[in-house]
Structure formats: structure tokens, C-alpha cells
């Protein structure tokens, strides 16, 4: 197989000729043809899969786009065993994908249903439907959401309270641009979970 393989690669091949075996091979060895390849053989089969589970297009195209990219990120950084069949391996990813996105969209709807609740009854004591566990779900999903540097700053605050000051040292940046990442988090935390998140901040 792999001298079938070199011997089309000194000849100038078109990687839509390669079998899936030995297209796998050429992937696995983040070879970024080969990828374009699986790309162009697999996107509509994946795709088609993950809306089958979900019935939302935007989310079936959201998924499929992050199992791509993230299969690229991890060959580029050798971080994934070759499998023995690359149909099944695709597939199984995009299920694990899709079951993960359910399971965070029904935390993040469970979460807004019962603050909803709270602000139509304007009774304190709807708080208490929303379980600890669900609270702190759905603020880790927003806050790992976040991009990295604000994430960073954002967690050295509220969870090591440190302060502002104490942040700035330690990351050599200024106490000024550690207030903006942490007011630009809560706003954009409040705008996923809504303005009654207020009462957290």
C-alpha cells in the first residue's frame, strides 16, 4: 500500500483516486491534500449525519465545521492514533459532537427557562428551581466560551479573586486592560444568558 502510495506521489496523483486506506495513511501524516480530499469526500456525509440527530441545519453545519477544524488542529500536532476504518472514525466524532451540543443546549435552556420564570413571577423564590448544578453549567460553558487571554483574566478574578492589580502583575499587562477583559466577559455572558444573570455579578 505505502509504496503504492509514493509511487502516485512522484507521479503528480489526484488524491480522489486513493482509496480511503490509503488516503487515511497520507491524512494521518497531516498531509493537507489528503485532508482537502476527506474534506471534499466526507463533508455532505457527515453533515447529513449530525442533522439527522439534531434537525437544526445552522447547528448540523456548526458541528461538522468544528470536527474538521479540530481534526486538522490535532494531526498538525500528531495528537491522534490512526484509525482502522476512517468512515467509522468520522462518524462516531460527529455523534460524540452532537450529543455534546444537545447536552450544553439543554443545560443553557434549562438554565434561561428558569430565570424566565423568575422575571415573569417576580418571585425570589423561582431562584430556587434553578439547581446549583445547573448554575454553575451553564456559567463554566460561557466562561470556557470566552476567548483564551479574557477567559484567563476573567477566571483569576472571579474564581481566585484576585485583584486587578494582582492580575496585571502576574500577567505583565496593565490593571486597565484587565478591567476592560473582565467588563467585556460579563457583557458578553450576559448576552448568552441574558441580562437577569445581573444578580451573579
Same mark, same amino acid.
Do not use: H, Y
Given at each position: 500500500m505505502y509504496i503504492r502510495i509514493l509511487a502516485l506521489a512522484s507521479s503528480m496523483f489526484s488524491y480522489h483516486l486513493l482509496n480511503d486506506t490509503e488516503l487515511t495513511a497520507l491524512l494521518w501524516a497531516a498531509d493537507s491534500s489528503a485532508f482537502a480530499e476527506v474534506f471534499d469526500r466526507y463533508w455532505d456525509k457527515v453533515y447529513i449525519h449530525a442533522y439527522r440527530m439534531i434537525g437544526d441545519e445552522d447547528a448540523a453545519k456548526d458541528v461538522t465545521q468544528e470536527l474538521f477544524v479540530s481534526l486538522w488542529? =490535532?494531526?498538525?500536532?500528531?495528537d491522534l492514533r490512526q484509525p482502522v476504518s476512517l468512515a467509522g472514525y468520522l462518524y462516531a466524532a460527529i455523534r460524540n459532537r452532537v450529543l455534546n451540543h444537545m447536552r450544553q443546549e439543554k443545560t443553557r435552556n434549562s438554565f434561561t427557562d428558569a430565570l424566565g420564570a423568575y422575571m415573569d413571577q417576580s418571585q425570589h423564590t423561582i431562584i430556587e428551581k434553578i439547581s @446549583? =448544578? @445547573?448554575?454553575?453549567? !451553564?456559567?463554566?460553558? @460561557?466562561? $470556557?466560551?470566552l476567548p483564551p487571554k479574557m477567559r484567563v483574566i476573567f477566571e483569576m478574578s472571579r474564581k481566585e479573586h484576585l485583584s486587578h492589580k494582582e492580575i496585571s502583575q502576574e500577567l505583565s499587562?496593565? !490593571?486597565?486592560?484587565?478591567? =476592560? $477583559?473582565? %467588563?467585556? !466577559?460579563?457583557?458578553?455572558?450576559?448576552? =448568552?444568558?441574558?441580562?437577569?444573570? %445581573?444578580?451573579?455579578?
Open positions: 488542529d =490535532k494531526l498538525k500536532d500528531g @446549583e =448544578k @445547573e448554575l454553575s453549567a !451553564a456559567l463554566d460553558l @460561557e466562561i $470556557q466560551n499587562i496593565s !490593571a486597565n486592560t484587565v478591567k =476592560k $477583559q473582565i %467588563n467585556n !466577559a460579563i457583557r458578553i455572558i450576559k448576552l =448568552k444568558l441574558g441580562n437577569t444573570i %445581573n444578580f451573579l455579578f
